[in-house]
């Protein structure tokens, strides 16, 4: 596929799912039986089209068409599964030191049943809830509210489930200067000292350290159009070339696809995705991951404590080493 930006990407696509919308709203409109029958018959056909498309261009989707879906507007985001999954969620705010966060949301509620604590980035779907939600970038209180979620379900004995989905931690000055850095990585830390099962499942973007802050998991699990990597491609190709519009070219060199990020032992399972992405059937995705999640709790409860925290570990140190180096370029 040629490089695409947000706008042309899945544009002949939206307006053929527009032009279906609108047959369907004439028909619920028409009153003579003959006509109603026809339009009916059209919208038939239409959506035969429009299934065999989808599914040819779903097909072989480039690494740019993939950041492109993980940044979908009508992608499933952590509230939703939130919702769809789980019972009785109560948001808890605050970092106890005076700050508040709304990218990143957390509390405890029930899964099957069992109590488990949440946390995950929480993106808007239009300007005011982007701007409430600091585009999903969390600041240093985002990461200590999540450090404050991680100490009370270790004390409660509460497993942890994280939704990552975030471009990169906020990169301002005030997150600057009030330790972003040391926020992340004294998470992260906090991760590897929880002697509870973590599953974290990537449903969108896993940009840098930001996504790291919670999702240093016993089990990373990656949904099929999802992204991983160091660094959005945009910003990536802004430092490389000083041409943030070369980002797909940059998104292909980052190998940030969930199929690269699985190769090279970043995370334990790639999520299957409906035709047309989540976006598309976000109740079958919903029934994936809940599965998924049962799964790996199950195979994680059965260990102690400090099998759980010892497995863990050991998962995050294998991750960049390698049995053979390819020769220097004369």
Known sequence: MS?????????ELRELETFIANAK???RKEQNESDKALLEDQILKLEEGRDKYLKALYTNVGDW???LIARAQKRP???DYITALFQDFVELQGDRNGFADNAIIGGPALFEGKPVMIVGHQKGRNISERQFRNFAMAKPEGYRKAIRLFEMAERFN???ISFVDTPAADPGVESESRGISEAIAASIMKMFELSVPTV?????EGGSGGAIGIAASSRVLMLQYSVYSVIPPEGCAAILWRMPERGPEAARALKLTAQQAQSFGLIDEILPEPIGSAQRSPIEMFATVKEAIAKHLGELEV???????EARFAKFRKMGQFDTVAPAKK
């Open 3 to 11: 490089a695409m930006d947000h706008n042309s990407w899945e544009s």
């Open 25 to 27: 709203e004439r028909s």
């Open 65 to 67: 068409e993939k950041v």
């Open 77 to 79: 985001y952590t509230q």
């Open 158 to 160: 509460m497993p942890v």
């Open 200 to 204: 974290a499942v990537v449903i969108g």
């Open 303 to 309: 260990l102690t404590p400090d099998q759980v925290r």
